[in-house]
Protein backbone atom coordinates (compact mmCIF):
# COMPACT_ATOMS: atom_id res chain seq x y z
CA UNK A 1 0.00 0.00 0.00
CA UNK A 2 1.17 3.40 -0.99
CA UNK A 3 1.33 5.19 2.45
CA UNK A 4 3.38 8.37 1.09
CA UNK A 5 0.48 10.16 0.49
CA UNK A 6 -0.45 9.62 4.63
CA UNK A 7 2.68 10.93 5.93
CA UNK A 8 3.74 14.40 6.74
CA UNK A 9 6.42 15.51 9.08
CA UNK A 10 5.85 17.37 12.67
CA UNK A 11 6.79 20.48 12.88
CA UNK A 12 10.55 21.36 12.94
CA UNK A 13 11.58 21.76 16.33
CA UNK A 14 13.89 25.34 15.77
CA UNK A 15 14.61 26.50 19.15
CA UNK A 16 15.72 23.30 20.57
CA UNK A 17 17.66 22.33 17.50
CA UNK A 18 19.04 26.28 16.90
CA UNK A 19 20.15 25.89 20.46
CA UNK A 20 22.52 23.00 20.12
CA UNK A 21 23.78 23.98 16.71
CA UNK A 22 25.21 27.01 18.63
CA UNK A 23 26.08 25.65 21.14
CA UNK A 24 28.71 23.21 19.27
CA UNK A 25 29.36 26.18 16.97
CA UNK A 26 30.71 28.11 19.66
CA UNK A 27 32.70 25.29 21.26
CA UNK A 28 34.31 24.91 17.83
CA UNK A 29 35.29 28.13 17.66
CA UNK A 30 36.55 28.51 21.60
CA UNK A 31 38.95 25.71 20.94
CA UNK A 32 39.99 26.38 17.47
CA UNK A 33 43.16 28.01 18.36
CA UNK A 34 44.65 25.77 21.29
CA UNK A 35 46.71 23.97 19.16
CA UNK A 36 47.96 24.85 15.48
CA UNK A 37 47.18 24.14 11.77
CA UNK A 38 46.78 20.67 10.58
CA UNK A 39 48.73 19.36 7.72
CA UNK A 40 45.97 19.26 5.54
CA UNK A 41 44.77 22.89 6.40
CA UNK A 42 48.44 24.37 5.67
CA UNK A 43 48.14 23.06 2.24
CA UNK A 44 44.54 24.24 1.32
CA UNK A 45 45.87 27.87 2.23
CA UNK A 46 48.59 27.43 -0.48
CA UNK A 47 45.94 26.09 -2.79
CA UNK A 48 43.88 29.03 -1.86
CA UNK A 49 46.17 31.24 -3.06
CA UNK A 50 46.51 29.19 -6.71
CA UNK A 51 42.83 29.15 -8.14
CA UNK A 52 42.27 26.65 -10.36
CA UNK A 53 39.12 24.63 -11.01
CA UNK A 54 40.48 21.18 -10.05
CA UNK A 55 43.73 19.66 -8.18
CA UNK A 56 45.31 16.52 -8.66
CA UNK A 57 44.18 15.57 -5.20
CA UNK A 58 40.96 17.10 -4.91
CA UNK A 59 38.40 19.51 -6.56
CA UNK A 60 38.44 23.19 -5.79
CA UNK A 61 35.83 24.06 -2.82
CA UNK A 62 37.83 23.05 0.08
CA UNK A 63 40.72 25.80 -1.09
CA UNK A 64 37.93 27.83 -1.90
CA UNK A 65 36.65 28.00 1.36
CA UNK A 66 39.70 28.09 3.03
CA UNK A 67 41.03 31.75 1.15
CA UNK A 68 37.20 32.98 1.67
CA UNK A 69 37.14 31.87 5.69
CA UNK A 70 41.09 33.70 5.98
CA UNK A 71 39.69 36.68 3.95
CA UNK A 72 36.63 37.40 6.27
CA UNK A 73 37.78 36.53 9.63
CA UNK A 74 41.74 36.27 9.95
CA UNK A 75 44.52 33.84 9.52
CA UNK A 76 47.32 35.90 7.30
CA UNK A 77 51.45 34.84 7.16
CA UNK A 78 52.08 33.80 10.66
CA UNK A 79 49.18 34.21 12.23
CA UNK A 80 47.02 30.90 14.02
CA UNK A 81 44.17 28.91 12.49
CA UNK A 82 41.13 30.70 14.23
CA UNK A 83 39.95 32.50 10.99
CA UNK A 84 40.56 29.66 9.23
CA UNK A 85 38.33 27.43 11.09
CA UNK A 86 35.50 29.89 11.66
CA UNK A 87 33.73 28.18 8.15
CA UNK A 88 33.96 24.40 9.70
CA UNK A 89 32.56 25.71 12.92
CA UNK A 90 29.51 27.01 10.63
CA UNK A 91 29.59 23.65 8.97
CA UNK A 92 29.49 21.38 12.25
CA UNK A 93 25.84 23.58 13.05
CA UNK A 94 24.66 23.29 9.81
CA UNK A 95 25.85 19.07 10.45
CA UNK A 96 23.80 19.43 13.30
CA UNK A 97 20.34 21.42 12.07
CA UNK A 98 20.41 18.66 8.84
CA UNK A 99 20.24 15.38 10.93
CA UNK A 100 17.32 17.07 12.97
CA UNK A 101 15.85 17.27 10.03
CA UNK A 102 16.88 14.43 8.91
CA UNK A 103 14.91 12.58 11.79
CA UNK A 104 12.14 15.23 10.75
CA UNK A 105 11.54 13.85 7.64
CA UNK A 106 11.93 10.28 8.71
CA UNK A 107 8.71 11.06 11.36
CA UNK A 108 10.16 12.50 14.18
CA UNK A 109 8.48 14.90 16.55
CA UNK A 110 9.80 17.44 18.88
CA UNK A 111 12.40 15.20 21.10
CA UNK A 112 13.35 13.01 18.03
CA UNK A 113 14.85 16.01 16.33
CA UNK A 114 16.61 17.45 19.86
CA UNK A 115 17.72 13.59 20.11
CA UNK A 116 18.99 13.31 16.38
CA UNK A 117 20.46 17.52 17.03
CA UNK A 118 22.39 15.73 20.42
CA UNK A 119 23.83 12.92 18.72
CA UNK A 120 25.25 14.74 15.52
CA UNK A 121 26.67 17.58 18.27
CA UNK A 122 28.34 14.03 20.41
CA UNK A 123 29.51 12.17 17.89
CA UNK A 124 33.18 11.90 17.16
CA UNK A 125 33.28 12.10 13.50
CA UNK A 126 30.83 15.25 13.80
CA UNK A 127 33.08 16.75 15.97
CA UNK A 128 36.66 15.78 14.81
CA UNK A 129 35.38 17.64 11.04
CA UNK A 130 33.99 20.25 12.81
CA UNK A 131 37.01 21.79 13.89
CA UNK A 132 39.64 21.16 11.47
CA UNK A 133 38.93 22.12 7.57
CA UNK A 134 39.30 19.66 5.00
CA UNK A 135 37.41 17.73 2.38
CA UNK A 136 35.88 15.67 4.94
CA UNK A 137 33.99 18.81 6.36
CA UNK A 138 31.76 20.05 3.73
CA UNK A 139 31.67 16.68 2.49
CA UNK A 140 29.85 15.48 5.29
CA UNK A 141 27.56 17.88 5.16
CA UNK A 142 26.30 18.00 0.87
CA UNK A 143 26.28 14.25 2.18
CA UNK A 144 23.44 14.90 4.75
CA UNK A 145 21.84 17.71 2.52
CA UNK A 146 21.59 15.42 -0.40
CA UNK A 147 20.05 12.82 1.77
CA UNK A 148 17.52 15.09 2.74
CA UNK A 149 16.26 15.82 -0.56
CA UNK A 150 16.51 12.24 -1.68
CA UNK A 151 13.82 11.40 1.16
CA UNK A 152 11.82 14.60 -0.14
CA UNK A 153 11.91 13.37 -3.02
CA UNK A 154 10.60 9.33 -2.27
CA UNK A 155 8.35 10.76 -0.04
CA UNK A 156 6.66 12.99 -2.02
CA UNK A 157 7.41 11.04 -5.55
CA UNK A 158 7.60 14.87 -7.13
CA UNK A 159 10.22 14.36 -9.94
CA UNK A 160 11.13 18.08 -9.61
CA UNK A 161 12.94 17.21 -6.54
CA UNK A 162 15.26 15.33 -8.86
CA UNK A 163 16.34 19.05 -9.79
CA UNK A 164 17.43 19.83 -6.16
CA UNK A 165 19.10 16.24 -5.75
CA UNK A 166 21.13 16.71 -8.82
CA UNK A 167 22.19 20.47 -7.78
CA UNK A 168 23.09 19.60 -4.38
CA UNK A 169 25.04 16.54 -5.80
CA UNK A 170 26.88 18.90 -8.62
CA UNK A 171 28.00 21.18 -5.57
CA UNK A 172 29.33 18.13 -3.47
CA UNK A 173 31.05 17.12 -6.80
CA UNK A 174 32.90 19.58 -6.69
CA UNK A 175 34.74 19.17 -3.13
CA UNK A 176 34.61 15.65 -3.35
CA UNK A 177 33.82 12.77 -5.69
CA UNK A 178 33.07 10.31 -3.11
CA UNK A 179 28.71 11.34 -2.73
CA UNK A 180 29.30 9.37 -5.70
CA UNK A 181 28.88 6.03 -3.74
CA UNK A 182 26.03 7.86 -2.38
CA UNK A 183 24.69 8.29 -5.53
CA UNK A 184 24.89 4.80 -6.89
CA UNK A 185 24.03 2.85 -4.03
CA UNK A 186 20.56 4.82 -3.63
CA UNK A 187 19.74 4.37 -7.08
CA UNK A 188 20.56 0.77 -6.65
CA UNK A 189 18.79 0.29 -3.40
CA UNK A 190 15.79 2.12 -5.29
CA UNK A 191 15.74 -0.40 -8.12
CA UNK A 192 15.69 -3.43 -5.70
CA UNK A 193 13.31 -2.45 -3.05
CA UNK A 194 11.49 0.51 -4.81
CA UNK A 195 9.74 2.86 -5.12
CA UNK A 196 10.47 2.61 -8.61
CA UNK A 197 9.01 5.50 -10.21
CA UNK A 198 10.79 8.00 -9.04
CA UNK A 199 13.20 6.59 -11.30
CA UNK A 200 10.79 6.98 -14.65
CA UNK A 201 10.54 9.84 -16.94
CA UNK A 202 12.89 12.97 -17.59
CA UNK A 203 13.20 14.53 -14.19
CA UNK A 204 16.22 11.94 -13.11
CA UNK A 205 17.67 13.18 -16.34
CA UNK A 206 17.41 16.49 -15.55
CA UNK A 207 18.70 15.93 -12.33
CA UNK A 208 21.40 14.31 -13.78
CA UNK A 209 21.92 17.14 -16.50
CA UNK A 210 22.24 19.77 -13.13
CA UNK A 211 24.94 17.44 -11.66
CA UNK A 212 26.87 17.24 -14.17
CA UNK A 213 26.29 21.20 -15.41
CA UNK A 214 27.28 21.93 -11.95
CA UNK A 215 30.58 20.04 -11.36
CA UNK A 216 31.38 20.14 -15.02
CA UNK A 217 34.29 22.86 -14.81
CA UNK A 218 36.17 20.10 -12.26
CA UNK A 219 35.66 17.23 -14.43
CA UNK A 220 36.93 19.05 -17.86
CA UNK A 221 40.14 19.82 -15.69
CA UNK A 222 40.43 16.10 -14.12
CA UNK A 223 39.83 15.02 -17.48
CA UNK A 224 42.57 17.72 -19.18
CA UNK A 225 45.03 16.75 -16.77
CA UNK A 226 44.86 12.86 -17.23
CA UNK A 227 42.59 12.18 -14.23
CA UNK A 228 45.03 12.99 -11.31
CA UNK A 229 42.75 12.13 -8.48
CA UNK A 230 42.12 8.22 -9.71
CA UNK A 231 46.04 8.16 -9.34
CA UNK A 232 45.75 9.81 -6.23
CA UNK A 233 43.04 7.43 -4.55
CA UNK A 234 45.50 4.32 -6.27
CA UNK A 235 48.15 5.22 -4.34
CA UNK A 236 46.31 5.33 -0.87
CA UNK A 237 44.21 2.84 -1.68
CA UNK A 238 47.29 0.44 -2.26
CA UNK A 239 48.99 2.10 0.75
CA UNK A 240 46.86 1.82 3.21
CA UNK A 241 43.83 -0.06 1.83
CA UNK A 242 44.44 -3.35 3.51
CA UNK A 243 44.42 -1.13 7.05
CA UNK A 244 41.55 0.52 6.31
CA UNK A 245 39.71 -2.95 5.66
CA UNK A 246 40.46 -4.29 8.90
CA UNK A 247 39.37 -1.39 10.68
CA UNK A 248 36.27 -0.83 8.44
CA UNK A 249 33.69 -2.73 11.08
CA UNK A 250 34.98 -1.74 14.59
CA UNK A 251 35.10 2.02 13.30
CA UNK A 252 31.36 1.95 12.29
CA UNK A 253 30.74 1.82 16.15
CA UNK A 254 33.24 4.07 17.37
CA UNK A 255 33.37 7.31 14.72
CA UNK A 256 29.98 8.39 15.95
CA UNK A 257 29.91 6.80 19.78
CA UNK A 258 29.18 3.60 21.21
CA UNK A 259 26.11 4.94 22.98
CA UNK A 260 24.52 5.84 19.72
CA UNK A 261 24.86 2.30 18.38
CA UNK A 262 21.37 1.38 19.39
CA UNK A 263 20.23 4.63 17.79
CA UNK A 264 21.44 3.93 14.92
CA UNK A 265 20.48 -0.04 14.81
CA UNK A 266 16.80 1.18 15.60
CA UNK A 267 16.97 3.36 12.57
CA UNK A 268 18.38 0.43 10.15
CA UNK A 269 15.28 -1.92 11.54
CA UNK A 270 12.84 1.23 11.05
CA UNK A 271 14.04 1.77 7.44
CA UNK A 272 13.38 -1.78 6.73
CA UNK A 273 10.13 -2.80 8.25
CA UNK A 274 8.20 0.20 9.34
CA UNK A 275 5.04 -0.01 6.47
CA UNK A 276 4.66 3.86 7.26
CA UNK A 277 8.25 4.45 6.11
CA UNK A 278 8.50 1.98 3.49
CA UNK A 279 9.37 5.02 0.88
CA UNK A 280 12.66 5.44 2.90
CA UNK A 281 13.58 2.00 2.65
CA UNK A 282 16.22 2.68 0.03
CA UNK A 283 18.59 4.25 3.01
CA UNK A 284 18.36 1.20 4.74
CA UNK A 285 19.66 -1.02 1.69
CA UNK A 286 21.95 1.86 0.67
CA UNK A 287 24.19 2.15 3.75
CA UNK A 288 25.50 -1.97 3.28
CA UNK A 289 25.61 -0.94 -0.31
CA UNK A 290 28.08 2.27 -0.11
CA UNK A 291 29.75 0.24 3.25
CA UNK A 292 30.50 -2.83 0.35
CA UNK A 293 31.72 -0.24 -2.16
CA UNK A 294 34.23 1.49 0.35
CA UNK A 295 35.51 -1.61 1.78
CA UNK A 296 36.03 -3.03 -2.04
CA UNK A 297 38.09 0.51 -3.03
CA UNK A 298 39.84 -0.04 0.19
CA UNK A 299 38.63 3.61 1.31
CA UNK A 300 38.80 4.92 4.56
CA UNK A 301 35.97 3.85 6.93
CA UNK A 302 34.76 7.48 7.79
CA UNK A 303 33.82 7.50 4.27
CA UNK A 304 30.80 5.31 4.95
CA UNK A 305 29.55 7.64 8.24
CA UNK A 306 27.35 10.33 6.45
CA UNK A 307 24.99 7.55 5.44
CA UNK A 308 25.05 6.11 9.08
CA UNK A 309 24.57 9.35 10.85
CA UNK A 310 21.05 8.99 8.66
CA UNK A 311 20.22 5.59 9.93
CA UNK A 312 20.86 7.40 13.33
CA UNK A 313 18.16 10.00 12.18
CA UNK A 314 16.13 7.46 11.20
CA UNK A 315 16.39 5.57 14.83
CA UNK A 316 15.84 8.64 17.07
CA UNK A 317 11.78 8.35 17.11
CA UNK A 318 11.33 5.44 18.24
CA UNK A 319 14.20 5.58 20.81
CA UNK A 320 12.86 9.04 22.18
CA UNK A 321 9.45 7.52 22.67
CA UNK A 322 10.60 4.30 24.34
CA UNK A 323 12.83 6.95 26.74
CA UNK A 324 9.78 8.29 27.30
CA UNK A 325 7.31 5.62 27.76
CA UNK A 326 10.16 4.37 30.07
CA UNK A 327 9.62 7.41 32.60
CA UNK A 328 12.26 10.17 33.84
CA UNK A 329 14.69 7.94 35.72
CA UNK A 330 15.61 5.99 32.50
CA UNK A 331 15.43 9.18 30.57
CA UNK A 332 18.28 10.46 32.72
CA UNK A 333 20.47 7.42 32.61
CA UNK A 334 20.34 7.62 28.91
CA UNK A 335 21.20 11.61 28.62
CA UNK A 336 24.08 10.75 31.51
CA UNK A 337 25.53 8.08 29.00
CA UNK A 338 25.23 10.58 25.70
CA UNK A 339 26.88 13.66 27.85
CA UNK A 340 29.59 10.70 28.88
CA UNK A 341 30.26 9.55 25.70
CA UNK A 342 30.22 13.22 24.23
CA UNK A 343 33.04 14.03 26.97
CA UNK A 344 34.88 11.41 25.57
CA UNK A 345 34.80 12.03 22.29
CA UNK A 346 35.78 15.66 22.82
CA UNK A 347 38.65 14.38 24.90
CA UNK A 348 39.68 12.78 21.58
CA UNK A 349 39.16 14.96 18.62
CA UNK A 350 39.32 18.41 20.11
CA UNK A 351 42.21 20.09 21.67
CA UNK A 352 41.55 20.11 24.92
CA UNK A 353 44.36 18.45 26.34
CA UNK A 354 47.54 20.12 27.22
CA UNK A 355 50.10 19.63 23.86
CA UNK A 356 52.01 17.61 25.84
CA UNK A 357 49.56 14.83 26.66
CA UNK A 358 47.95 14.47 23.24
CA UNK A 359 50.25 11.51 22.96
CA UNK A 360 47.19 9.91 25.32
CA UNK A 361 44.78 9.95 22.18
CA UNK A 362 46.93 10.48 19.11
CA UNK A 363 47.06 6.89 18.81
CA UNK A 364 43.36 6.66 18.51
CA UNK A 365 42.73 9.91 16.75
CA UNK A 366 46.04 10.72 14.99
CA UNK A 367 45.04 14.14 13.59
CA UNK A 368 45.79 15.49 17.08
CA UNK A 369 49.53 15.19 16.55
CA UNK A 370 49.29 16.72 13.07
CA UNK A 371 48.25 20.07 14.49
CA UNK A 372 51.49 20.42 16.84
CA UNK A 373 55.13 21.80 16.34
CA UNK A 374 54.56 23.63 12.71
CA UNK A 375 55.87 26.84 13.98
CA UNK A 376 58.80 25.04 15.40
CA UNK A 377 59.85 22.85 11.83
CA UNK A 378 59.57 26.53 10.11
CA UNK A 379 62.05 28.04 13.13
CA UNK A 380 64.77 24.86 11.98
CA UNK A 381 64.59 25.24 8.73
CA UNK A 382 65.08 29.28 9.33
CA UNK A 383 68.03 28.31 11.81
CA UNK A 384 69.32 26.00 8.61
CA UNK A 385 68.81 28.99 6.27
CA UNK A 386 71.34 31.25 8.18
CA UNK A 387 74.06 28.23 7.61
CA UNK A 388 73.39 29.46 3.97
CA UNK A 389 75.98 32.22 3.20
CA UNK A 390 74.10 35.42 2.32
CA UNK A 391 75.79 36.05 -0.94
CA UNK A 392 74.11 32.30 -1.88
CA UNK A 393 70.76 32.97 -0.77
CA UNK A 394 69.99 34.18 -3.81
CA UNK A 395 70.84 31.23 -6.28
CA UNK A 396 69.42 28.90 -3.10
CA UNK A 397 66.09 26.70 -2.96
CA UNK A 398 63.70 25.92 -0.06
CA UNK A 399 62.62 22.28 -0.73
CA UNK A 400 59.57 20.72 1.30
CA UNK A 401 59.32 16.84 0.93
CA UNK A 402 55.54 17.01 1.60
CA UNK A 403 52.45 19.80 1.52
CA UNK A 404 52.41 19.47 4.97
CA UNK A 405 56.01 21.01 5.47
CA UNK A 406 55.57 23.37 2.57
CA UNK A 407 52.49 24.90 4.10
CA UNK A 408 54.27 25.65 7.19
CA UNK A 409 57.45 27.02 5.54
CA UNK A 410 54.97 29.17 3.56
CA UNK A 411 52.95 30.08 6.37
CA UNK A 412 55.64 30.68 9.32
CA UNK A 413 58.74 31.02 6.83
CA UNK A 414 58.29 34.87 5.65
CA UNK A 415 58.44 36.69 9.24
CA UNK A 416 61.47 34.32 9.98
CA UNK A 417 63.08 35.08 6.55
CA UNK A 418 62.63 31.95 4.57
CA UNK A 419 61.96 31.96 1.24
CA UNK A 420 58.69 30.79 -0.47
CA UNK A 421 59.38 26.58 -0.60
CA UNK A 422 59.05 24.75 -3.35
CA UNK A 423 57.69 21.04 -3.42
CA UNK A 424 57.28 17.77 -5.96
CA UNK A 425 54.40 16.58 -3.58
CA UNK A 426 50.58 16.54 -4.88
CA UNK A 427 49.47 19.55 -6.55
CA UNK A 428 52.47 21.46 -5.21
CA UNK A 429 54.43 20.33 -8.05
CA UNK A 430 52.51 22.19 -10.52
CA UNK A 431 53.42 25.38 -9.01
CA UNK A 432 57.32 24.42 -9.54
CA UNK A 433 60.17 24.04 -10.64
CA UNK A 434 62.72 26.50 -9.58
CA UNK A 435 63.94 28.42 -12.55
CA UNK A 436 67.11 26.38 -13.30
CA UNK A 437 69.40 29.64 -11.94
CA UNK A 438 68.15 28.48 -8.95
CA UNK A 439 71.63 26.03 -9.07
CA UNK A 440 72.85 27.63 -5.15
CA UNK A 441 72.30 25.31 -2.11
CA UNK A 442 69.06 23.37 -1.24
CA UNK A 443 67.69 23.68 2.17
CA UNK A 444 65.37 20.73 3.15
CA UNK A 445 63.68 19.03 5.83
CA UNK A 446 63.68 15.15 5.79
CA UNK A 447 60.93 13.53 7.67
CA UNK A 448 59.90 10.07 8.20
CA UNK A 449 58.33 8.54 5.15
CA UNK A 450 60.48 9.69 2.79
CA UNK A 451 63.85 8.00 2.27
CA UNK A 452 66.54 9.15 0.34
CA UNK A 453 65.50 12.63 -0.76
CA UNK A 454 68.63 13.87 -0.75
CA UNK A 455 70.18 11.79 -3.31
CA UNK A 456 69.16 14.17 -5.44
CA UNK A 457 71.57 17.11 -4.11
CA UNK A 458 75.05 17.00 -3.70
CA UNK A 459 76.88 16.26 -0.27
CA UNK A 460 74.31 17.08 1.95
CA UNK A 461 75.09 18.12 5.90
CA UNK A 462 72.88 18.34 8.49
CA UNK A 463 72.50 22.07 10.34
CA UNK A 464 69.23 21.80 12.52
CA UNK A 465 66.87 19.58 14.00
CA UNK A 466 62.99 19.50 14.23
CA UNK A 467 62.08 19.75 17.88
CA UNK A 468 58.58 20.76 18.48
CA UNK A 469 59.14 21.21 21.98
CA UNK A 470 56.25 18.85 23.36
CA UNK A 471 57.00 15.22 23.07
CA UNK A 472 54.97 14.92 20.27
CA UNK A 473 55.41 12.02 18.02
CA UNK A 474 54.87 13.12 14.30
CA UNK A 475 55.94 12.78 10.86
CA UNK A 476 58.15 15.76 11.22
CA UNK A 477 59.38 15.14 14.87
CA UNK A 478 63.42 15.57 15.24
CA UNK A 479 63.61 15.22 11.44
CA UNK A 480 67.14 16.55 10.11
CA UNK A 481 67.03 20.16 8.60
CA UNK A 482 69.77 19.33 5.14
CA UNK A 483 71.67 22.01 3.56
CA UNK A 484 72.96 20.77 0.34
CA UNK A 485 75.27 22.43 -2.31
CA UNK A 486 73.05 21.91 -4.85
CA UNK A 487 71.20 19.24 -7.18
CA UNK A 488 72.61 17.31 -9.25
CA UNK A 489 70.56 18.24 -12.61
CA UNK A 490 68.96 21.12 -13.47
CA UNK A 491 65.88 21.54 -11.65
CA UNK A 492 63.93 20.77 -14.79
CA UNK A 493 65.22 17.76 -15.26
CA UNK A 494 64.79 17.11 -12.29
CA UNK A 495 61.38 18.08 -11.54
CA UNK A 496 59.99 14.44 -12.97
CA UNK A 497 61.15 12.17 -10.25
CA UNK A 498 60.76 14.92 -7.58
CA UNK A 499 56.59 14.68 -8.25
CA UNK A 500 54.34 12.65 -5.72
CA UNK A 501 51.05 12.04 -5.79
CA UNK A 502 50.49 10.35 -2.20
Known sequence: MNTRGLFAPKPFARGPVAAVAVGVAT????????????????????AG??????????????????????????????????GLRVVPALLCAATVVLVALLARESGAGRAGQLLGAAAAACSAFVLAVGHLLNTATFDLCAWLL?????????????????????????????????????????VLAVLLVGPRGVLRGWWPVAGLAVAAAVALPDLWWQAAHGWPELTVAG???????????????????????????????????????????AWAKPFAVAYPLVCLLVVASGGKPYYALPALLVLTAAGCEPVARRLTAAGPRRLRSFAGALALGAAVNLVITLPVLPARLTPAVSWIYHEQGEQIGWPELAAAAAAGWRTVPPELRDRAVVFAVNYGEAGALAHYGPPLGLPAPYSGHMSLADWGPPPDGLDGPVLLVHPEGFPGVERYFADCRQVARVDNGHGVRNEEQHAPVLVCPGPHRPWSALWPELRRYY
Not at 27 to 46: K, M, N, P
Not at 162 to 176: D, E, H, Q, R, Y
Not at 178 to 183: D, E, F, I, Q
Open 27 to 46: LQIATAGRYGFHRDELYFLI
Open 49 to 82: RHPAWGYVDQPPLTPLLARLSTALFGGGPGDGPV
Open 146 to 186: VSLLALRLLRTGDGRWWLAVGAATGVALLNKDLVLLLAAAL
Open 235 to 277: GISDQDGTENRLLFVPMQFLYLSPVLVPVWLAGFRRLRRDAEL
